[in-house]
């Protein structure tokens, strides 16, 4: 009868690769900073928006448990007979987004800017295996030869890196994952199995929630737009994206205006009692806005400003009362002022009210 195969010396085989790794981590250091800036500018440059980019070398005592790992097949011989060869992810990085639409946008991007020579949708192998677990896209890459042949680069151009892609909520099922202790369907208890599921379920049904709530705002936005282009005023309810619309038609772009300053307005236009730019267009209208601009100030204003100058002309002392800045007696005392330059320069100063079918005008 003959001898059973004797198992490999795990001791010797884990100490051997653990010198050699812990001679090339520098490396592999800067090989992680490499990917991680390639994938920042690739998706910069692109216009996707994501939650973050990580990129890191395989910590030492994940990298000691993957290469003492046996052969699932023989397990007398390592999984791993040359572990810097052969595992795969000594580079890793992570690419968390905040939407499920986004993920086929890294999609994209990673086959452009590397060499694919592997890519695992894990959300597959799961069903597959009856598994629990976090839904995520992983890569295996390499540089591509014009970023390889680079002197800046040339050092990395036989090393692979693993990249991994997932939203934020399948991002957050992957970290508490690695402290559940059960993998297979079969093992689980039926009451940990049915919050398994349902918590399963919450979190897909979550993620699609957030997609869909985007693509109806991106729906709502561009209907926004059209409606304004078409004169449609009022159906168009009064927020930051459909004002930055109706201003760049009305008063010309201004690319100096932010987001947030849009937002302001919008949130002032509500504060004022208007509902759709109907009202908004009605009231404005009989105020030329470089008159009024240079009227209050002397100089022609950016675009904001000089559409709150006819807001100041068209609805007078309603407008100092309403606006959040009216509790504030420098900026009252100032906006006194600046009405006063509106009458001496002939502007008839209103008391428009978003309420009232047409504005009145006072002497």
């Known amino acids: 009868?003959?001898?059973?195969?004797?198992?490999?010396?795990?001791?010797?085989?884990?100490?051997?690769?653990?010198?050699?790794?812990?001679?090339?981590?520098?490396?592999?250091?800067?090989?992680?900073?490499?990917?991680?800036?390639?994938?920042?500018e690739a998706l910069t440059s692109r216009g996707i928006k994501v939650a973050s980019v990580e990129a890191r070398a395989k910590p030492l005592p994940s990298f000691e448990r993957k290469a003492s790992e046996p052969d699932i097949r023989d397990p007398?011989?390592?999984?791993?007979?040359?572990?810097?060869?052969?595992?795969?992810?000594?580079?890793?990085?992570?690419?968390?987004?905040?939407?499920?639409?986004?993920?086929?946008?890294?999609?994209?991007?990673?086959?452009?800017?590397?060499?694919?020579?592997?890519?695992?949708?894990k959300a597959e192998t799961l069903r597959?295996?009856?598994?629990?677990?976090?839904?995520?896209?992983?890569?295996?890459?390499?540089?591509?030869?014009?970023?390889?042949?680079?002197?800046?680069?040339?050092?990395?151009?036989?090393?692979?890196?693993?990249?991994?892609?997932?939203?934020?909520?399948?991002?957050?099922?992957?970290e508490i994952e690695h402290d559940i202790q059960y993998k297979s369907v079969e093992t689980i208890p039926s009451s940990v199995r049915r919050r398994f599921m349902s918590l399963a379920g919450v979190l897909e049904m979550a993620d699609r929630e957030f997609q869909g709530i985007q693509d109806e705002d991106e729906r709502l936005r561009q209907v926004a737009r059209a409606s304004v282009r078409q004169g449609k005023l009022e159906d168009v309810e009064i927020t930051p994206?459909?004002?930055?619309?109706?201003?760049?038609?009305?008063?010309?772009?201004?690319?100096?205006?932010?987001?947030?300053?849009?937002?302001?307005?919008?949130?002032?236009?509500l504060r004022l009692g208007f509902i759709n730019f109907r009202?908004?267009?009605?009231?404005?209208?009989?105020?030329?806005?470089?008159?009024?601009?240079?009227?209050?100030?002397?100089?022609?204003?950016?675009?904001?400003?000089?559409?709150?100058?006819?807001?100041?002309?068209?609805?007078?002392?309603?407008?100092?009362?309403?606006?959040?800045?009216?509790?504030?007696y420098w900026w009252e005392g100032w906006q006194r002022d600046r009405l006063k330059k509106l009458k001496e320069a002939g502007v008839s100063i209103g008391n428009y009210e978003p309420s009232l079918s047409s504005p009145s005008k006072e002497t």
């Not at 003959?2 to 490396?27: C, G, I, T, W």
């Not at 000594?90 to 086959?111: H, M, Q, S, Y």
């Not at 994206?241 to 849009?262: C, E, I, N, Q």
């Open 76 to 121: 007398s011989r390592p999984k791993y007979a040359d572990p810097l060869t052969d595992i795969q992810d000594l580079c890793g990085a992570r690419v968390i987004t905040f939407l499920p639409n986004t993920v086929a946008e890294v999609d994209k991007t990673i086959k452009e800017e590397f060499v694919v020579f592997e890519r695992t949708d």
């Open 1 to 40: 009868m003959s001898n059973p195969p004797k198992s490999f010396d795990v001791e010797n085989h884990k100490r051997n690769a653990l010198e050699r790794y812990q001679r090339m981590r520098a490396h592999y250091e800067e090989f992680a900073k490499v990917i991680r800036s390639i994938l920042e």
């Open 241 to 269: 994206d459909a004002l930055k619309a109706y201003l760049d038609a009305k008063l010309g772009p201004d690319g100096r205006m932010t987001t947030y300053s849009y937002d302001w307005t919008a949130r002032l236009l």
């Open 128 to 174: 597959e295996e009856e598994r629990f677990g976090y839904l995520s896209v992983h890569y295996i890459v390499r540089l591509r030869e014009n970023r390889a042949s680079l002197p800046e680069y040339r050092r990395f151009k036989d090393n692979v890196a693993e990249i991994q892609v997932r939203t934020i909520l399948q991002h957050a099922w992957a």
């Open 279 to 328: 009202q908004i267009d009605e009231c404005i209208t009989p105020y030329d806005d470089d008159r009024v601009s240079r009227a209050a100030d002397v100089t022609r204003q950016g675009q904001l400003t000089r559409f709150e100058t006819q807001l100041l002309a068209a609805t007078g002392e309603r407008f100092i009362k309403v606006h959040p800045s009216g509790i504030d």
